[in-house]
């Protein structure tokens, strides 16, 4: 089996002045290509410092995380940038629009960024997709015009625009309604589906979970364990013990 | 390319639209960086502009483009500027034709003018002494036969005036002051000078009385006047073709092949002129072009004061006639019935602002043609003594043709205090030593048998053993002294060389101090430069050239002066600029980590960070400084169109003239531009680094 | 009283003593000796000599003149006259009166100077040429006595007498006490600045018919400049005649006349 992302033993330390904060202990996590992977766990489990390693956005204390087949700590910065650009999509869980370009020219960023389309594509591209998550007509906005869940919207069709192999969404689906929330995670299945595109995604919200090949569960830094989508919806997505 | 213009854009909105954002603060940069491409515009269009005005008033003048003299010299030539007496100390060059031979070989030379700067003092006499000069003269050529009769009575007849205007004079000192103030002898010297005993045997045989004249009643005027004169030897005519500035005033240029001296106007107005008439012009002066008035200028008071109390220099000027004349135009002019002629000219002197056009006019239209106006007039000889390099007096007489100017230099002392020589006069006054001459001094000094005490030994050696005094042999200096005065009579008298033309071929032969040269293309000096200090080594005249500039030592140092000037302000404003622009950004980009996170975390490369900042003050550098420039364009089209008045001396001679225009030249524009746009780049660079240095996740996350 | 006594004695030993510590001149005596040096040097009728001056300056050549010096006792008339190098011959000095005027035969041209004029662009002034008139010119002061290599110098400060026009101002005089002959001057500006050191290291002796005894002479005379220092001045005299001249020798006339 081919594993698009592979964390082995990965530890992260946060250090607030004296004192360290481990907020991920001795990770191991393989995910295959073409999995469309939830991650749950309690608020400070470490969803989102996992899904940061995984997005090559911060570096693991010890441990090894590989992307793509690259070992992330052996790579430049100019070459986890790349890989940033072009391998992974990343919705953060606080968007982080930049607040000064419009809707459009936000999503239209990373395809700038990547230099690979013409201006025309790039256009089509951008309104197809924002047609598919429903702000179309908001294009011309600025994200500061905008109310939370369609400012999620924005930042998926962002992540999604360059159709990445491997997308990463925090909480994606926290700020919308459920028929948005619906449609995204159709949207994102259709991906996974068609393009293959791999899915990682922390979530509380137990509907997500009915869409995930897998849910891995998250408590205190550690992996609880990794089960079936359905057993996670009868557990209510918390790990059923807490680790010796 | 289709991308990275793209990317351009991207960069160009995220960076604009912060500009945006942060609206106070890109002002606030703007201004600064407006101001100063401003400064940079104006100021250097003034700067090149006096620059261009002032080359034309150096190398229109006397300096040519290039002044070549001896490398052996001990000082470094200046031909203006120099406000002390003392010339510089040049070698000379021997031979002024091979010179120009050499010169003329090197391809960027147009033409050369032979020179040499010296000064000396002209003492006058007093009025006194000139009057009675004349009339020594003019009492030898009548008792020779010539026949000068009536200028001969008019001269006597104005001696005799001045000598009651004396006498009055004296009388007045002693009622003002007490009877003791004037001398017993000088009374009855002025008693005798008046005596009809005196006068009587003055025609048969006029050198007693005229002895008696300048040894006891000369110098009872005691206004003796020096003449301070810096002159520049020279070939007339090449000085005229190759300065086409000088223009001659009065008189002719000096003719070809004669001796002669060119009075500079401006020392022939400042110094030569009755001084009365020169404070009246001076008020005149004050009056319509510097809108001052009497009533509130304590300077023109000063003046009318001066020309109130003395009197005295027109009062010896005037013959019976005269006295008689002005005293009937004076009376008239004033209605009074004073008939003292000194109190009368006080009088009329004493201007207010509601009589005083009227009166200049008076005095210009009705008396000035009675007067001397000027104490050398055209045409006149003129004596001028000096101390040559070999150390001996040598003096030389020379014909005053006329007076010349530099065209829009008139006013100015710098252009003006140079007059003009021919060069065979000037190679007299200055005396090179020759081999002759060292020669006699040592004959002299072997003769007498003289030997050195040094300061130091001095005492020990003269006074070592008392020296009780010997007679001395009975000697025969009266033979001597005989023998002498025979060898004395019997040479030609030199009297009339100041009348006797030259070879011209003279002028070339002879040494120079310097000479001026004049290229074709002025923006190869420096390469000339070089070419002709090579042409003097390969001929044998070891050379150095020197620029205008530094051959206009202070003055063309001034302009040199005023841009180092400018240039250190701008550099002070643009480091402000750069330090504020600097802190500017730091601050946008300290607020902005998220965002430059985020464009970090979807794959935004450390350069587009770069790229974004420097198009962000790039943008404010070019904004505003193109703003700033067009502006200081805007400034200078106005100025240039009303011109600045030339408020004093030295400005008009930097001005070359009345007014300065400047104009603005596309460098001017390109030079701001260019320093506004590296400030710009320069303070991007350090928010640069910062931003490059966050991490994506640091940079997130202080979002919230 | 023993103690008493030898107070009164000693109070009579030094009255006694005093007027020779108080040994000062005289104001009186000051001016007989100016007129003593005067007297000596004064010749009482016609007088002329020939001179040879010396200039030595820093950085430049000598500058050596022969010169004609004519004087008149009886009523103060002076004439120099360069007679060599060539190009100064005929150049001159005449002094009638107040009056000091050069001539210059080449321009034909007279010239009114001061007596601070240096003859001929020396060290040099009318002054050192002429006959001594101090003590009608100075008002003396005794500055003590001072040795002076073998000699013994009385030291006189003169200060010039007003409306007088004079060469220098100020003058520190030292004057041999054996002989009254000057050994060393120095002049100085009004505003006591030392302008000059001159030194008369020889004194020479002749006998004139119109004076009927001696008259002294300096025959070498050296001045050395202190305001620029490495310029010094050398004066010698020679062949001093003392026949009668001519009656209207001291006039413009005569002196265009000789050098036309
Ligand atoms: N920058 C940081 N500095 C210090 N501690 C941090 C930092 N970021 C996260 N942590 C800590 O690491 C732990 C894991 O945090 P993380 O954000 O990964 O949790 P999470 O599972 O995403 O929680 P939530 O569901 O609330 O988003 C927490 O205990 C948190 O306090
Ligand atoms: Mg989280």
């Known amino acids: 089996m081919n594993h698009i992302v592979s964390v082995s033993n990965v530890s992260k330390n946060y250090n607030l002045g004296q004192v360290v904060v481990p907020a991920l202990r001795g990770v191991s996590l393989d995910v295959a290509e073409g999995e469309f992977l939830a991650i749950a766990g309690p608020s400070g489990s470490g969803k989102t410092t996992l899904l940061n390693l995984v997005g090559c956005v911060d570096t693991p204390s010890a441990g090894t995380v590989t992307v793509d087949g690259k070992q992330t700590g052996q790579l430049s910065e100019r070459d986890l940038t790349r890989l940033r650009l072009h391998t992974i999509g990343f919705i953060f869980q606080s968007f982080n629009l930049v607040s000064v370009l419009s809707v459009l020219q936000n999503v239209e960023l990373p395809l700038l960024l990547q230099r690979a389309l013409s201006a025309r594509e790039r256009r089509e591209r951008v309104l197809a997709l924002l047609d598919r998550v429903g702000i179309r007509e908001y294009s011309k906005h600025r994200p500061s015009e905008l109310s939370g869940g369609q400012r999620q919207r924005v930042a998926i069709a962002r992540a999604l625009v360059t159709r990445p192999k491997l997308v990463l969404a925090d909480e994606p689906t926290a700020n919308l309604d459920s028929v948005t929330g619906t449609n995204i995670l159709n949207l994102m299945k259709e991906l996974n589906q068609s393009e293959k595109t791999t899915f990682i995604f922390s979530t509380h919200d137990a509907r997500v979970w009915a869409y995930a090949s897998a849910v891995v569960r998250l408590a205190d830094g550690q992996v609880q364990d990794r089960v079936s989508a359905e057993e996670a919806v009868r557990a209510g997505g918390l790990p059923t013990g807490r680790p010796v | 390319m289709r991308g990275y213009l793209d990317t351009l854009k991207v960069i160009a909105l995220i960076a604009l639209r912060n500009l945006f954002a942060s609206r106070l603060k890109t002002l606030i940069v703007g201004g600064i960086i407006l101001f100063g491409s401003l400064l940079v515009v104006v100021g250097t269009a003034l700067v090149d502009s006096v620059d261009a005005s002032m080359s034309r008033s150096v190398i229109g003048s006397v300096a040519g483009h290039i002044q070549v003299y001896s490398s052996k010299s001990k000082d470094e030539l200046t031909v203006m500027g120099g406000m002390n007496m003392e010339s510089p100390d040049l070698t000379p060059i021997d031979d002024f034709a091979a010179l120009r031979r050499t010169l003329l070989g090197v391809p960027n030379v147009k033409a050369v003018v032979p020179m040499g700067l010296s000064s000396a003092i002209v003492t006058a006499g007093n009025t006194v002494d000139v009057v009675l000069e004349r009339l020594r003269d003019l009492a030898r050529r009548r008792l020779a036969g010539e026949d000068v009769q009536a200028a001969y009575e008019s001269e006597k007849d104005h001696v005799r005036q001045i000598i009651k205007v004396l006498s009055a004079d004296m009388d007045n000192v002693r009622k003002i002051q007490n009877e003791k103030a004037i001398s017993q002898d000088d009374l009855a010297a002025a008693a005798k000078a008046a005596s009809e005993e005196l006068w009587a045997g003055f025609d048969r045989d006029p050198y007693p009385a005229l002895e008696f004249l300048e040894n006891r009643i000369a110098p009872l005027a005691s206004d003796a006047d020096m003449l301070f004169l810096r002159y520049l030897g020279t070939d007339g005519d090449a000085f005229a073709k190759s300065f086409d500035r000088m223009k001659i005033v009065d008189g002719t240029a000096i003719p070809r092949g004669q001796r002669g001296f060119l009075f500079s106007k401006w020392v022939y107005e400042q110094q030569v002129k009755l001084k009365t008439a020169l404070r009246l012009d001076r008020i005149n002066d004050g009056i319509s072009k510097r809108s001052k008035t009497i009533a509130r200028s304590e300077e023109l008071q000063r003046w009318i004061k001066q020309n109130v109390t003395e009197v005295k220099e027109i009062m010896l000027q005037l013959d019976g006639q005269k006295t008689a004349s002005f005293r009937r135009l004076l009376q008239g002019e004033l209605g009074s019935q004073q008939s003292d002629v000194a109190k009368l000219l006080s009088e009329f002197f004493r201007v207010d602002d509601a009589n005083f056009a009227h009166r200049y006019r008076f005095f210009y239209d009705k008396l000035a043609p009675q007067l001397e106006l000027y104490r050398v007039r055209v045409g006149d000889m003129l004596t001028i003594k000096s101390f040559t390099r070999s150390g001996y007096v040598q003096s030389v007489k020379l014909r005053v043709y006329g007076t010349f100017v530099f065209e829009g230099l008139e006013d100015s002392h710098i252009a003006g205090e140079l007059n003009l020589m021919d060069m065979v006069s000037f190679r007299e006054l200055y005396g090179s030593l020759t081999p002759e001459r060292a020669r006699e001094v040592q004959e002299i000094k072997t003769m007498a048998g003289m030997k050195e005490v040094s300061r130091e030994q001095a005492e020990a050696e003269l006074f070592g053993k008392p020296d009780l005094g010997e007679t001395a042999p009975i000697g025969r200096a009266g033979d001597e002294a005989e023998a002498v005065l025979r060898s004395l009579a019997g040479r030609q008298q030199r009297e009339d060389r100041a009348s006797q033309p030259y070879d011209p071929a003279q002028l070339e032969q002879g040494d120079v101090l310097n000479a001026a040269v004049i290229v074709k293309d002025p923006r190869r000096i420096s390469r000339t430069i070089k070419d002709i200090e090579a042409a003097g080594a390969k001929a044998g005249i070891p050379l150095r050239a020197i620029t205008w500039q530094k051959a206009s030592g202070l003055v063309g140092q001034f302009v040199t002066m005023i841009r180092a000037v400018l240039y250190i302000s701008v550099l002070i404003i643009f480091a402000v600029a750069l330090v504020i622009i600097n802190n500017a950004l730091v601050m946008a980009t300290l607020e902005r980590m998220p965002e430059i996170g985020t464009l970090r975390a979807i794959g935004a490369q450390r350069r587009f960070l770069l790229g974004m900042l420097l198009v962000e003050a790039l943008a404010v550098g070019v904004l505003f400084g193109s703003l700033g420039a067009l502006l200081g364009a805007g400034i200078v089209g106005v100025i240039g169109a009303a011109g600045i008045p030339a408020s004093n001396d030295i400005l008009y001679f930097l001005f070359s003239g009345p007014r300065l225009h400047p104009s603005l030249s596309p460098a001017n524009v390109i030079i701001s531009l260019a320093i506004v746009l590296a400030v710009s780049a320069i303070s991007s660079i350090y928010p640069g680094l910062l931003a490059m240095r966050v991490s994506p996740r640091q940079a997130m996350q202080s979002d919230d | ?260």
């Open chain 3, 1 to 260: 009283m023993p103690r008493s006594r030898f107070l009164t004695v000693l109070a009579l030993v030094l009255s006694l003593l005093a007027p020779r510590m108080a040994a000062a001149l005289g104001k009186a005596e000051l001016v007989d000796l100016l007129k003593s040096v005067d007297e000596r040097q004064r010749n009482q009728g016609d007088w002329r000599d020939l001179v040879y001056i010396e200039q030595k300056e820093k950085d430049k050549v000598d500058v050596a003149y022969e010169a004609l010096v004519f004087r008149r006792s009886q009523d103060q008339k002076f004439i120099i006259l360069f007679t060599k190098p060539k190009a100064s011959q005929g150049q001159g000095y005449l002094r009638i009166d107040k009056n000091l005027w050069f001539y210059d035969p080449s321009v034909g041209k007279w010239e009114r100077r001061t007596e601070r004029e240096r003859i001929g662009g020396t060290n040099s002034r009318r002054s050192d040429f002429d006959e001594s008139r101090l003590a009608e010119e100075y008002e003396p002061e005794d500055l003590g006595q001072e040795k002076l290599g073998a000699y013994t110098a009385q030291v006189v400060k003169l200060t010039g007498k007003p409306e007088i026009d004079l060469a220098f101002p100020v003058i520190k005089l030292w004057v041999d006490k054996e002989t009254k002959n000057v050994l060393k001057r120095q002049e100085f500006a009004l505003s006591g600045r030392l302008l000059r050191t001159s030194y008369y290291p020889r004194w020479k002796k002749v006998y004139s018919e119109s004076k009927k005894t001696d008259v002294w002479y300096p025959e070498e005379m050296r001045f050395y400049d202190e305001v620029e220092k490495a310029n010094s001045t050398l004066i010698l005299v020679k062949s001093v005649d003392m026949r009668p001249l001519e009656p209207n020798l001291f006039t413009k006339a005569w002196l265009e006349s000789k050098s036309r």
